[in-house]
């Protein structure tokens, strides 16, 4: 018996999906390191940078962001921290600056037009997910690829995977399995139904 083990490059572990969003976040930030003289060079424009962080490094993080089990308060504040960090290196933006992270997201947004942040392209690839799995005949409710199962410790009950389908969708558990089953009215059951 063992707390945590890799499998197919993802960590499975009975603290849920935490270790591997901290494991795939320190990867990330290790590609963004790497790429330094690309966000210091002033001969590429930002519009570029941002294509290359979203192709080069983004894409490290969000690998099977999919099964992640749940997604809790504390892990999407860790994506939006990650994200902020990335756009705060390629802007070259200096934390002593005090730049607040609103105005981050405008100087991007002059710059790409919009965009979906890092949380809600995680969000929709869950929906997405759940979407597939529950026509395929699955129950998300209970269980998901990266629960082991095993006896849970005392005190607050673990979140589970339809928590976060019915937070984000702000509809009940069983509206969400019958929309996700019309498919000709939800495609892929993903951005249409993040509030």
């Known amino acids: 018996m063992v707390q945590q083990f ?20 320190a990867q990330t930030l290790t590609a ?8 210091k060079d002033k001969n590429i424009s930002v519009k570029c940078k941002v294509r290359l962080l979203r192709a080069l490094v983004l894409s490290i993080f969000l690998y099977a962001c999919e099964t992640w089990t749940r997604c809790t ?3 999407q504040r860790r994506i939006q921290t990650l994200e902020m960090r990335c756009y705060h290196t390629i802007l070259g933006i200096s934390y002593l600056s005090h730049t607040s992270n609103d105005q981050v997201r405008t100087t991007i947004h002059q710059h790409i037009g919009l965009y979906d942040d890092l949380l809600t392209i995680v969000k929709e690839r869950k929906l997405r997910w759940y979407g597939h ?4 005949g699955w129950s998300c409710k209970n269980s998901s690829p990266g629960d082991r199962g095993g006896k849970k410790e005392k005190g607050r009950t673990e979140e589970e995977v339809s928590d976060n389908i ?10 969400t399995q019958a929309l996700a089953h019309d498919r ?9 139904l993040i509030s």
């Open 6 to 25: 890799k499998y197919l490059v993802a960590i499975i572990s009975d603290q849920g999906s935490k270790p591997e969003v901290l494991a795939r976040a």
């Open 166 to 175: 019915k937070e984000w969708t702000k509809k009940t558990f069983v509206v």
């Open 184 to 192: 000709e009215q939800v495609e892929g059951f993903g951005p249409q």
């Open 32 to 39: 963004l390191s790497k790429l330094k003289p690309i966000w």
């Open 73 to 75: 308060a504390e892990l």
């Open 133 to 136: 799995v529950t026509r395929f």
